[in-house]
């Protein structure tokens, strides 16, 4: 079952329209992802905090989501530092530690987390619902708007068939081992799936037609954009373009900064 | 004019089905449904009832036959596009006609569908819903419904496209008594002429003025009545009583 904790609010962000927050959230992921440079993924990762106290969503909710992500960059702790070829920076028995191992995890780890928590307070403070509605405003395919709006709508459905189904494998006293009884159990049990998932798709279909449906996509929400969201998206996009310039001319950055401060004695 | 001079709603005449590799299911099938009809059917499982009832909204195609709506012959996609602005069909399971997030969009998909601007598709959707006295349910989210709520709540979705004809598949399948009541009761209260399905004799009999049957893929009517005994069991059976 979908929960949508975050959905409801009254925050700034809640408050603020879906198209504009969208917008926000796939411009932040595109650049926090193409950056490598440490100082800008600190600030991208202070940036998501701030968006994250900005939605005034407890802290103590938000960070147990993270730990689906945690789980892979541990993963990636294990592996990089010595995987990767570089100038070594210690010894741990026979590997060896690499700078450019450690690097590459911590970048990493600093753009996912960041990504998530940007992710989080800019979209999971909207219903699926209204995600699908705005995008449907913002005149992203009809297709696509029906995948998030239909997966959201049915993934629940599917599930409780394949709960149907397990249960009635383990009232036949199915117990999985390593076997080929067990192997081929699953394998029936995920094909059962498919197909009650195509005749659901087929006979939802039908209702649709029954009501006239002819693929065009109509929503009854609209959305207004105003003052406010001319700020965020201006603030947002003036901090963005900063990290990019930083990104690609380090330099000009530092030469602005000591222009703007005076030059260290 | 009177209703014996108006067309039929629908006219089925000498309609053939097969599922491809199966026997037949409608043999030669005929029916009518004129205004005011309120017809209830009732056959065994797999005697083709729901085959039916989508091959009167044209998701089935006949092998042959002859479908006519409202006096006009249909038998092109193109045709029944128009017939499924006049006649609603409401599903055997409620969760394949609920595919928006929340109950509002829900009801709102068919008026929108017919060209409604969104503030006419938003207040016709209100008024069915408390039409089935279902007002406080607009910004439940549908997935989240019991089995009778979301019953209720595909009925409006049907009503809300203010069809001329309704066709219900197997209305009660599932209600608990309660909500059966309230389904009889809004039954009651439609205007339009309606064709049913249900395998329950006390819901057709409190709701439909004829009750057909099935049988080798064709249609009996109720011409014939049949002096029966039955068995039933209730509380307190045992005390001397009287049925009225």
């Known amino acids: ?265 | 004019m009177s209703p014996s001079q108006q067309p039929p709603l629908i006219k089925l005449e000498k309609i053939c089905f097969a599922y491809p590799g199966r026997p037949p299911v409608l043999r030669n099938l005929d029916l009518e449904l004129r205004p005011g009809d309120k017809i209830g059917l009732a056959a065994p499982n797999g005697s083709g009832k729901t085959t039916l009832l989508h091959i009167i909204m044209g998701l089935l195609r006949p092998s042959s036959g002859r479908l006519e709506f409202f006096g006009r012959p249909a038998a092109e996609e193109e045709d029944f596009i128009a017939v499924r602005r006049r006649v609603g069909l409401l599903f055997q399971d409620a969760d394949d006609q609920l595919f928006s997030p929340t109950v509002l969009d829900d009801v709102a998909f068919g008026p929108l569908n017919l060209g409604k601007s969104r503030e006419e598709a938003r207040e016709i959707s209100l008024r069915t819903l408390s039409f089935l006295g279902l007002e406080d349910f607009a910004d439940r989210v549908t997935f989240k419904l019991s089995g009778g709520e979301k019953r209720l709540v595909s009925l409006a979705t049907v009503l809300a496209m203010e069809p001329e004809v309704l066709l219900l598949d197997e209305p009660t399948a599932g209600l608990d008594q309660r909500t059966k009541k309230m389904l009889i009761d809004i039954m009651q209260n439609l205007s339009q002429a309606y064709l049913l399905i249900s395998h329950e004799f006390d819901f057709l009999a409190a709701t439909a003025d004829h009750i057909y049957t099935m049988e080798e893929g064709r249609i009996l009517l109720d011409d014939e009545l049949y002096i029966h005994q039955h068995q039933h069991a209730h509380r307190l059976g045992k005390q001397p009583h009287k049925h009225i």
């Open chain 1, 1 to 265: 079952m979908i929960s949508e904790p975050f959905a409801s609010g009254d925050s700034f962000l809640h408050r603020l329209d879906p198209r504009v927050r969208i917008l926000a959230a796939a411009a932040y992921s595109f650049t926090v992802a193409l950056s490598y440079r440490l100082p800008n993924l600190l600030a991208a990762l202070v940036l998501a905090l701030a968006l994250v106290a900005l939605a005034r969503l407890p802290l103590n909710q938000v960070l147990p989501r993270l730990k689906v992500v945690l789980g892979f960059l541990l993963l990636l702790w294990l592996v990089l530092p010595w995987s990767y070829q570089g100038t070594t920076v210690a010894r741990l028995g026979p590997l060896a530690v690499s700078r450019e191992g450690l690097l590459l995890a911590s970048q990493i780890t600093l753009k996912s987390v960041a990504i998530l928590l940007a992710l989080i307070a800019l979209l999971a403070t909207m219903t699926t619902a209204r995600l699908g509605h705005a995008m449907n405003q913002m005149r992203i395919p009809d297709k696509l708007v029906f995948l998030i709006l239909i997966t959201y709508r049915y993934i629940f459905v599917i599930e409780q068939e394949y709960q149907k189904l397990w249960r009635a494998a383990r009232i036949r006293n199915f117990r999985p081992g390593t076997n080929l009884h067990t192997y081929r159990t699953y394998a029936y049990l995920i094909g059962m799936l498919f197909v009650r998932a195509a005749a659901r798709a087929k006979r939802v279909h039908q209702a649709m037609k029954c009501r006239c449906f002819q693929g065009k996509f109509h929503t009854l929400e609209e959305f207004a954009s105003g003052r406010r969201e001319w700020l965020f998206a201006a603030v947002m996009l003036l901090l963005l373009t900063g990290m990019a310039v930083y990104e690609l001319a380090p330099a000009a950055v530092h030469h602005l900064f000591t222009l703007a401060c005076g030059s260290p004695k």
